[in-house]
């Protein structure tokens, strides 16, 4: 075991094995939080669940609910919705460490092959970049720099000894605010479109009915974007290109 596996275990005790997270949540909720919290602990992980959902089915999310909910559910022996739930929790707080910790040692713990995106978006740098902030913070970050990019050209026009410097860093900047956004809206396209598989074995067919041949299975935990629905399926890619027909009940949309 490595030195960042070994961190990454230590983490995932000290979070799923001590204590959950404590959300920020809306008025109400405090005592359903605190049930869900002494479930917990107890080791009543099945009524844990109950409380954290009944919280969420209200209409209130945040990061730490969904990774309270994902610790629940990994030790209710169902490691699928643990993962469902870290992802969730992603997609509200991005980048968090302990959040990734958990989620990668759940992972680990299913095995089932790694799948890597094809293309430019499987290129390292950039989905790390793309993984770490949320599609409001990828076009907060757009708007900063078209007001940079206006920033400078007005500086230059006023300030004609400076022109080509500022034209230079304008076009550098205009290349950046392209990159973002194009980036962001590729974020903002996901959304209610990736899926989680929860089916024990989900078998993805060449055609949305039970008699069409199998092309490939999908183990529990795997992660997939729908591509289109049709008679109770979903035609679903994998991370590494691959396109299939599945049931719509075997996956469960992030």
């Known amino acids: 075991m490595t030195v960042k596996n070994i961190l990454a275990s230590g983490i995932f005790i000290l979070t799923i094995f001590a204590f959950p997270g404590v959300p920020a949540y809306a008025d109400g909720y405090e005592q359903t939080f605190l049930r869900g919290n002494e479930a917990y602990m107890k080791g009543d992980y099945g009524n844990a669940v109950k409380n954290y959902e009944s919280i969420i089915d209200r209409g209130t999310e945040s990061a730490n609910i969904y990774f309270n909910l994902g610790n629940a559910y990994f030790r209710s022996g169902e490691p699928e919705k643990a993962i469902l739930n ?20 759940v992972k680990s713990s299913i095995g089932g092959p790694v799948l890597r995106r094809r293309g430019i978006w499987g290129w390292k740098p950039l989905k790390r970049y793309y993984d770490s902030f949320t599609v409001d ?25 400076f022109m080509f410097r500022m034209t230079v860093v304008t076009l550098l900047i205009s290349g950046l605010l392209l990159c ?5 809206a590729h974020k903002a396209m996901e959304i ?7 089916a024990q074995d989900a078998k993805s067919r060449y055609g949305p009915f039970d ?17 289109q629905e049709k008679d109770g399926w979903f035609k ?3 991370p590494d290109g691959k396109e299939g027909w599945v049931k719509s009940g075997s996956l469960e949309i992030i």
Request: hydrophobic residues 55%; glycine residues 6%.
């Open 137 to 161: 913070d990828l076009f907060f970050i757009s708007s900063g720099l078209y007001l940079t990019a206006i920033f400078m050209v007005a500086f230059g026009i006023f300030f004609r000894k």
């Open 211 to 227: 008699s069409a041949t199998v092309f490939f299975n999908l183990v529990r935990g795997a992660e997939v974007v729908i591509l």
């Open 86 to 105: 870290y992802e969730r929790a992603l997609r509200i707080h991005p980048g968090d460490a302990e959040i990734l910790a958990n989620y990668k040692f």
């Open 192 to 198: 209610g479109k990736k899926a989680v598989v929860i």
């Open 180 to 184: 973002n956004t194009v980036i962001a």
């Open 236 to 238: 679903v890619k994998r």
